[in-house]
């Protein structure tokens, strides 16, 4: 499944917003530069597999993530 960079942008924001509901939309934007981690997962890092299942290509593809879990693989790794 292939994702526009629109739609992964709103499907980031979507989740951090839940995630993170206590925090204004400038916290979160302050917070992650979504368009770097688009720009990552756009790259051939990361495929989506289902409706919020994703794997990623530095773990062999072998571990799941959600995208809250991917998000926060991508700013402890990246």
Not at 21 to 50: Q, R
Request: charged fraction near 30%.
């Amino acid at each position: 499944m292939t994702l526009t960079t629109e739609q992964s942008r709103e499907e980031i924001y979507t989740d951090l917003i839940q995630e993170f509901y206590y925090l204004t939309h400038e916290e979160i934007t302050d917070m992650v530069d979504v368009t770097m981690v688009i720009n990552w997962m756009e790259d051939g890092n990361v495929e989506k597999i289902g409706r919020n299942t994703y794997i990623e290509q530095t773990t062999q593809w072998k571990k799941k993530f959600t995208m809250s879990e991917l998000i926060e693989f991508y700013l402890k790794e990246f």
